[in-house]
């Protein structure tokens, strides 16, 4: 795709759950990318409340628009053409976003391309900094910017969120195959619930992350087989500290599939958590260490699967994207993985463009404007805006 590759000018929205966000991407450069969150809101439900992420998307939508087209430098008739989520998501998040993509498409008269959000997070890493782009922080560990779109193909997309986990063969830009994914929660959506166990706040992965990350040198997680399940337990390196039995099982380690599961290590560390507390107080050393725990068993789940591929497909490279690549753990242990191999890996550039937002979904409608050009209408692109009315709240292929 390097040769020709084109830059088109995309004003793109998201509100496939709790994120109102819209952007301006010149290309694979993001021009803006306003993201405001209803964390607060949500909070102190623990979850996304549907009704509420409606209410809170339409109150927004106007306004982001406006904010992502200005800081942007950008007046409407520069666009070339509008994208939108149209799944998988809450379909009454979701119809906000599609309603106002329309709405402008239809004013202006340029094309709507309707994307799948899972293929945002999929092209994430492909995003690039721009010099407007001062309030986008540097991940200073992805260093490994595109400069060419010579790549070779196929490649392993791990895309973990809050509400998929899933292993997608690339074949090329825009032609995916989802071989592993989830058979129950997502990985993201199991660190929310274990954090709410032991009330440290939502959402957990970042907690529980940020937990993990402050005793780390004091502990060490032990993986062992009994009866040919795998477990890990927590060790303490301080011989002073006496920490209490904390073992998870580490889910599906026996199955021959690419699959992950989730629902059961949710079950195990409620059990877990129980037990501890019936026996003494959960300090914040327990809390830490549970958190490491975790942590531990869930990326090694995923690496597990992530191995079963690499010895069956000859993957050149492997892309990250959704919520839980904001770990810096867990970049650095599939990081550890694609050295051993030789892998090229990807992940974004910074850590807003891991969680739901707009520019990935820009930056994938432009991957779709180079393949499919502007006559693509099988492929999600309308030059008529009013075409579209569908809204897939779970396309089959999550792709
Ligand atoms: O991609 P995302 O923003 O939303 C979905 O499309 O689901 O992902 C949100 C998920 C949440 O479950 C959150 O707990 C998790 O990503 N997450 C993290 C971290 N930051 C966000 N998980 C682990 N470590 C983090 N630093
Ligand atoms: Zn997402």
């Avoid at 607060?40 to 439900?45: A, L």
């Avoid at 790549?151 to 997608?168: A, D, Q, R, T, Y």
């Avoid at 009994?226 to 500290?241: M, P």
């Amino acid at each position: 795709m390097s040769s020709g590759f084109k830059s088109y000018k995309i004003l793109s929205i998201d509100t496939s759950c709790d994120e109102t966000s819209a952007s301006v991407t010149n290309g694979l450069k993001i021009l803006s990318n306003i993201q405001p969150s209803q964390m607060k809101i949500h909070s102190e439900f623990g979850g996304v409340v549907p009704s509420l992420a409606k209410l809170e998307h339409k109150k927004k939508i106007h306004k982001v628009v406006d904010r992502a087209l200005k800081q942007s430098g950008t007046d409407i008739t520069q666009l070339d053409a509008i994208a939108v989520t149209y799944g998988p998501g809450l379909a009454i998040a979701l119809e906000i976003g599609i309603n106002k993509a329309k709405e402008i498409a239809n004013q202006i008269t340029k094309p709507l391309i309707t994307i799948n959000h899972m293929e945002g997070h999929l092209l994430s890493s492909f995003g690039q900094r721009n010099a407007i782009n001062n309030h986008l922080k540097d991940n200073t560990e992805s260093k490994d910017l595109l400069h060419s779109y010579d790549i070779k193909f196929p490649n392993l997309g791990i895309l973990v969120s809050g509400g998929h986990s899933e292993f997608i063969l690339v074949k090329d830009f825009c032609e995916y195959e989802k071989i592993g994914e989830t058979l129950d929660d997502s990985c993201g959506e199991c660190f929310d619930k274990c954090a709410r166990i032991m009330g440290i706040g939502y959402p957990g992965g970042p907690v529980i992350s940020d937990f993990a990350k402050r005793n780390r040198k004091n502990i060490k997680i032990e993986f062992f087989r009994k009866n040919t399940s795998l477990y890990a337990r927590v060790l303490s390196i301080n011989r002073q500290t006496i920490l209490p039995e904390m073992v998870l099982p580490v889910p599906m380690s026996n199955s021959g599939d690419f699959n992950l599961s989730f629902s059961g290590l949710k079950t195990a560390f409620s059990d877990l958590y129980k037990k501890i507390s019936e026996k003494q107080k959960i300090n914040k050393e327990i809390v830490m260490s549970l958190s490491n725990l975790i942590e531990a068993v869930a990326y090694k789940q995923i690496c597990m699967k992530i191995e079963k591929i690499l010895e069956n497909y000859s993957i050149n490279e492997i892309w990250l994207g959704g919520g839980v690549v904001a770990s810096s753990k867990f970049r650095s242990t599939v990081r550890a993985m694609s050295r051993q191999h030789n892998l090229t890996l990807r992940f974004p550039f910074s850590k807003r463009l891991t969680t739901d937002n707009a520019a990935m979904i820009g930056i994938a409608a432009n991957f779709r404007l180079n393949k499919f050009g502007f006559d693509g209408i099988k492929h999600g692109i309308y030059v008529n805006s009013k075409d579209f009315d569908l809204i897939d709240r779970d396309p089959s292929l999550s792709l």
